[in-house]
């Protein structure tokens, strides 16, 4: 990546310049890490104020009404530029864009960018692993949410995510595993509980209960998809109505 380039040449440099001049090699390789700790610092912010900038544009166009989803990726694709100067950046806004493809159903398109995400973006780990439960991958998938779970294991969601991908695949205990896993993680998750509950009654997982947030998967049909939205839409006319009263 450009920054650490940049900034350990700039160190080095400096480090063996001072060195030449007879000053102690100790007194130079500090000096050296000062120069290096400042300019990453320094190159870091100024990049991710730029990315930032762009992530809150697209959040932006994403916001309105209606969604400007073309041009939200579009502001996004441009940010990848930055990518070759910090790390990880190219794996967070690949992050978004495929979220934003796999939002809109457009799933082929959203493939390449979550096989590239960022991996503590929790949602975009869960949308690549149903990705490849969807194209008959399962151990890709059961490698992709153990990676998530690694590294995001205060996620409720994702936890049940995974568990139900399992269930769906039909194996049942390894669901019941996870879920298991899962509230040794998040002791007193009721959510966790009751879907290890159901699973050991042979009933179906209840995911309706993260709201919005599960379906933002696409795991349910359209049909339920509509009726939630409605629902929502609905709950926010009466909190209107109410608060005009």
């Known amino acids: ?18 060195f030449a001049v007879k000053l102690p090699w100790w007194a130079a390789l500090l000096v050296g890490l000062v120069v290096f700790t400042a300019l990453f610092v320094g190159i870091s912010r100024v990049i991710m104020k730029k990315v930032m900038a762009s992530i809150e544009t697209a959040g932006k166009d994403l916001q309105a009404q209606p969604p400007r989803f073309e041009k939200a990726v579009r502001e996004l ?43 503590k973006n929790w949602a975009a780990m869960g949308m690549l692993a149903i990705c490849y439960m969807k194209r008959q991958k399962k151990d890709k998938m059961i490698s992709t949410f153990d990676k998530a779970v690694q590294w995001n294991v205060k996620e409720p969601l994702l936890w049940g995510l995974y568990a139900y991908c399992l269930n769906e695949c039909g194996d049942v205990s390894k669901a019941k595993e996870v879920l298991g896993k899962g509230l040794k993680k ?60």
């Open 77 to 119: 694709k441009d940010a990848l530029q930055y990518g070759k100067w910090q790390v990880y950046v190219e794996g967070q806004i690949n992050s978004q864009i495929g979220m934003i493809y796999y939002m809109k159903r457009d799933f082929s398109n959203a493939f390449p960018y979550l096989e590239k995400s960022f991996f």
């Open 1 to 18: 990546m450009y920054n650490i380039l940049i900034s350990a040449a700039s160190g080095a440099v400096l480090f063996l310049l001072l």
């Open 186 to 245: 998040l002791p007193g998750d009721a959510t966790l509980a009751d879907n290890l509950a159901c699973l050991e009654q042979g009933k179906k997982m209840k995911m309706r209960n993260y709201g919005d947030m599960w379906f933002q998967f696409h795991l349910e049909s359209l049909g339920a998809l509509q009726k939630h939205q409605m629902a929502a839409m609905g709950g926010r006319m009466q909190r209107r109505m109410v608060a005009r009263r």
